[in-house]
């Protein structure tokens, strides 16, 4: 019963935070996920009922670990704090929900940055729960599954096209999974280390004017063209 006024509180003191919440039967057993994602942190709290998975709780806040990486390619400083700090609210979050299972991901800047190693336990004892960095392909075969589940379970005619071939684009923040499958098989994935974030830094530091616009188009169509 106390929970939706904790979460009031939380988002009053984080303002970037958005929140989706509501209510399952308490005899629905919830579960968690969190992703430590190159811009974003994000937690989702969600029920699976009748085999549909409903989200009754998200938050997100911007920690920007891969617009940080020094140039040795390691978190600073005050990234690492921002993250823990963000981890140590989800976990008390957590706590609130109750979740039967909680599962952390960590994507794109944690593969690549140099010192991963000191952030993730870090990381772990700040959100209770282990963080595993997964590779390229595991995320697009995650959020290639996401996808393929909605389309399976609500959208008008997906049932009747669930055996079409589909092509799912995840454009992230540090990298851009490209996922070709048939109903939930997949078939191939690609990875490439191209994000809206990275190929921001990149190309639009000073603002986006024409020039910078071509030549990351041009950066874009050179990376995809096979």
Known sequence: SQTPGILRAYLSTRLSTRLLMTHPSAAVPLYAAVELGSDSFRLHVASVEAGRVRVVATLSEPVRLGAELEAGGSIGADAMRRALDCLGRFRAVLALWAPRAVRVVATA?????????????AAAAA????VDIIGAEEEGRLVYLGVATTLGNGL?????D???????????SGSTELVLGQGERIERVYSFGVGALRHGLTFF??????????????SSRSRFAD
């Open 156 to 160: 008008e005619g997906a049932q009747e």
């Open 109 to 121: 800047a944690l593969r690549r940055a140099r010192n991963a190693s000191v952030f993730v336990p």
């Open 127 to 130: 959100i209770g729960h282990p």
């Open 205 to 218: 530091g000073d603002g986006i004017d024409p020039g910078a616009f071509d030549a990351a188009l041009e």
């Open 162 to 172: 669930a055996g079409q071939r589909r092509l799912v684009l995840d454009i992230g």
